[in-house]
């Protein structure tokens, strides 16, 4: 079993940024894709980032490209999301999930991850 934790969430300003973590513990396995998914009020969860724990390779959903980072540390078994230039529409629950591959077209669907932590509020304001 993977246990993840996340923290970092809050309220901060149009603009501002915000840096995410997500702390896995339990047993995990070199080959799993790590992603972060967020879901606002009345919507479906969304694909925000996820990068292989195996060779590092990032991937990023349009809508946050060129503002959001995702990055591990593997000493520490943590998953980082920072978030700059951050907008009212980025305003959501901010999932952490681990996928047990990294290989195949679907990481950026929600399906295929098996772990997944509790959540974390992220909220921009005007």
């Known amino acids: 079993q993977v246990q993840l934790v996340e923290s970092g969430g809050g309220l901060v300003q149009a603009g501002g940024s915000l840096r995410l973590s997500c702390a896995a513990s339990?047993?995990?396995?070199?080959?799993?894709?790590m992603g972060w998914f967020r879901q606002a009020p009345g919507k479906e969860r969304e694909f925000v980032a996820a990068?292989?724990?195996?060779?590092?390779?990032?991937y990023y959903a349009d809508s946050v490209k060129g503002r959001f980072t995702i990055s591990r540390d593997n000493a520490k078994s943590t998953v980082y999301l920072q978030m700059n230039s951050l907008k009212p529409e980025d305003t959501a629950v901010y999932y952490c999930?681990?996928?047990?591959?990294?290989?195949?077209?679907?990481?950026?669907?929600?399906?295929?991850?098996?772990?997944w932590g509790q959540g974390t509020q992220v909220t921009v304001s005007s």
């Open positions: 999930a681990a996928r047990r591959w990294d290989t195949g077209s679907d990481f950026p669907q929600s399906y295929s991850y098996n772990y």
């Open positions: 990068i292989s724990w195996r060779t590092d390779s990032t």
């Open positions: 339990g047993r995990t396995f070199s080959s799993y894709t």
